[in-house]
């Protein structure tokens, strides 16, 4: 029996973060933190009210948004001030903003306040780009997962198709590959592997086979 432990997964975008963070949280019965989602919030706020190249304002929305998750159904639903904006988040435009959003100092030491938080007691699964060496450097399992750009580009465009977008293969990928380097050349929280991490390129591997893998080392690690 897994208990009161702090799971951290990392990754680039693309890499199938939240499938897998979901998937171990619903068989363990942890709580999933999506803080990615968060960060799309902030993004897609801003959009919203036009602020998303002021640094000042977008600072200013940070401090002052009250952030809402909520997992049921292995569905992460996401709250700006009560409203419900989970599908709103996902658009191809706050996908091609939420790095520059991202890398602002300010914004995410709000943000990291407001997951560690989450994850005062425990038994959760928190997902993101600097889970396992920002927010929870000491979980108790880290995991890194990977996959080559144009497969990732490709799981994003299928996503893209299923909610009707116009973008295209090409767009997706020059997307992913801009969110790459500015989240692992940033100053403040880079993408990168923490040296304790597992690391797992999925780039081949279906997430039944890549669940059954993580659960597994997740066990073996709890029994040492």
Do not use: C, W
């Not at 038994?123 to 990977?146: H, M, Q, S, W």
């Not at 591997?205 to 029994?223: D, F, G």
């Amino acid at each position: 029996m897994v208990k009161n432990i702090t799971i951290a997964i990392d990754g680039p975008a693309g890499s199938g973060k939240s499938t897998a963070a979901k998937k171990i949280a619903e068989k363990l019965g942890f709580v999933y933190v999506d803080t990615g989602a968060m960060y799309r919030a902030i993004t897609f706020q801003a959009l919203r009210e036009g602020i998303a190249d002021n640094t000042d304002e977008v600072i200013n929305l940070a401090q002052r948004i009250a952030l809402g998750l909520k997992f049921e159904n292995g569905l992460t639903r996401v709250f700006i001030d009560g409203e419900e904006v989970t599908e709103q988040i996902r658009s191809f435009e706050v996908n091609s903003k939420v790095s520059e959003i991202s890398v602002i100092p300010q914004v995410r030491s709000e943000l990291v306040k407001i997951q560690r938080k989450l994850g005062e007691n425990g038994n959760i699964v928190a997902e993101g780009r600097d889970t396992t060496t920002v927010v929870f450097p000491n979980a108790d399992i880290k995991i890194y997962l990977t996959a080559s750009v144009d497969e990732r580009a490709r799981r994003r465009f299928k996503e893209f198709q299923e909610k009707a977008g116009s973008v295209t293969l090409e767009e997706v990928k020059e997307n992913i590959e801009k969110r790459d380097r500015i989240d692992s050349s940033r100053e403040v929280s880079p993408l990168r592997k923490a040296p304790d991490a597992i690391e797992i390129d999925n780039s081949h591997t279906a997430i039944e086979e890549e669940l059954e893998l993580l659960l597994k080392k997740i066990y073996e690690i709890q029994r040492v």
